[in-house]
Each structure stands twice: as structure tokens, then as C-alpha cells.
């Protein structure tokens, strides 16, 4: 004979009813403690400097989380967003995603230790910013058409420099060789700093970069940037957007914000409205201005998440045809 206790029957049935709402009571209370925030790069890169800017904002808003920033640099972003990925799904840890990460690596590396969608939340994007080419101001490259002229069998292979395989420039430069044919070959570097010293001392012809690491170089009247991969030309540099030459070409290094999956969405809803609110910001949108940043196309989570498949499907056909591959 089966005996049945009520006492634990109804108190496992109002376990199972509590607990709705004792997660909704959960996010409700959200944040009690600063939430850690990963970046996949080194302290002073172009990600460390977004985050830290939007985390700031909206630290300052009313009502605004506080953040943790830590640091997790390592195989192309791969270990910090990793570790993002590998993180409890409650809203307390949560970091930036990129054009590396999560455009160019899932293509580059036959092993990714992450899935770049199933594996995360998206939550907003959070800047868009140009690429450029540039030469040494004494390179007789004088104008982007004349770099464009350098195709053909009897053309000399240029050495184009970047920050590194897999990078936003790395990226650009191999979609123009193979838009507009020029003939040239990827020299990479750790970090900027030494693609633009062996550029301005003039052992490398040309440098493909964040506009913003280019703009100073080409106002000290070292450099000459040849044209911005933009769709509209930009404040403050003085050259043609490179789609006007070679129809379609538009590039862009991006931030997004992201957490590991299955994070509540009141929670992905409320950091999403944050980072819309600090976009409106003046402080904010002056220091985007600054840098040479574009605010963000749209701040919803919908919008991020369908951002990072169209990038997966950007790029993998140029990683393809590149050759591009990081074991």
C-alpha cells in the first residue's frame, strides 16, 4: 500500500509555485553588488577604452550599476570570452564582444573553445568604428588610386601591416585585396604601436587601422590616410571613403555588450536600456566624437543578436579565401 505524506505533497507543491516568483522577486532586486565586466584585451586598447567610457555612464545614471573591469587578454579575445561564456547566467558577470571574437575567430580558429551564438546572451551593441589605410607621408602612394592601381602579375607586393591576426585591420586589408584585386600580403603585429613604428620608419608600405590610433599620426604630418572604410565620409579625416572607389566596401570594428547564456531577460532588458540611456549622454557623445566612434545603429538586445550572425556570415567567406587560419 502506497502511503502518501500531505505535509511533503504541499510543501513541494508550494515550492514549485514559489518559484516563479522568487526569480522575478530575483531580477527585481538585481543588481545588489557590482557586476564584473570582462574585456577579452589588454588595459588601453580600443575595447578596454569603450567599456570603461560606457561603464563610467552608466555608473552615473540614476539608479546605475557599478562595475568590476577585469582584464582577460589572450588568443584573440578567445580566454576572456571564454571565461564569459563559462560564467553563472545571473546578470552579475558580463563583458565586450568584437569583430575578433565574434566576427572573424569562429571562421580563424578551427577550434574555438565557445559556441560565438549559442554560447552567449546579446545584449547591445555598443559603437561602431572605421578602419583606415595609411602610408608614410613620403610613400610615393600619394591617393587611394593609386594603391588601387597596384594589381596584376608585374605589380610589387605590398606589405600591409596590422595589429595582430584576426583584427579588425587584418580583416579590412584581405577584403580590399580581394574586392579591388591589389596585390599585397598581411605583415601582423602585437598591437598597433609596433605596425606603426616599422610604418613610419618606413618598412612597411601601408598600415590598415582603427581611425582613431591613425588620426594623430596623419595630424603630425607623418602618415597619409588614403580612405576610410566608412559609409560616409568622416569628421576630421581627410580622405574618400573607400566604397566610393570600390563599390560596397564598408567596415566596421564594433564593441557589443554580452553575458553567457540564459541570462534573465528583465535583466538583459535593463542593462540594454541602461547602455541606451548613456548613448544620450552629452558627455558621453562628445568623447565618441573624440574618438572618432559611431554611437551605436539601435541599443536592443534583438538587434545585437541578429548584428553578430550577419558579422559570423561577413566574414567566414574571407577568412575562406584568405587563407587566414590561427591553430
Known sequence: MIRIDRRRLLAGAAMLTATPFAARAQDAAWPSRPIKYIVPYTPGGGSDIVSRLVTATMS?????????????????????????????????????ITIATHGVNPTLYPNLPFDPVNDFTMISQLNLQPVVVAVNADSPIRTLADLLRNTGPSARELTFGSAGNGLSGHAAGELLRQ??????????????????????????????????????????????????????????????????????FVVDSWNVLAG????????????????????EVPALRARYAELNLILPENTSPDFAATFIRQQIAMWAPVVREAGMRVD
Do not use: C
Open 260 to 279: 553567457p547564456k540564459g541570462m534573465p531577460m528583465p535583466i538583459v532588458n535593463r542593462l540594454a536600456g541602461w547602455v541606451g540611456q548613456a548613448m
Open 179 to 248: 574586392r579591388a584585386g591589389v596585390k599585397m600580403i598581411h605583415v601582423p603585429y602585437r598591437g598597433s604601436s609596433g605596425a606603426w613604428a616599422d610604418l613610419l620608419g618606413g618598412r612597411i608600405d601601408l598600415i590598415v587601422d582603427n581611425v582613431a590610433t591613425a588620426v594623430p599620426h596623419a595630424q603630425s604630418g607623418r602618415a597619409r590616410i588614403l580612405g576610410v572604410s566608412s559609409r560616409q565620409p568622416m569628421p576630421g579625416v581627410d580622405a574618400p571613403t573607400i566604397g566610393s572607389l570600390v563599390p560596397g
Open 60 to 96: 552615473g545614471l540614476p539608479g546605475g550599476p557599478q562595475f568590476v573591469i577585469e582584464n582577460r587578454p589572450g588568443a584573440g579575445g578567445n580566454i576572456g570570452v571564454k571565461a564569459l561564456a563559462d560564467s553563472p547566467p545571473d546578470g552579475y558577470t558580463i563583458g565586450v
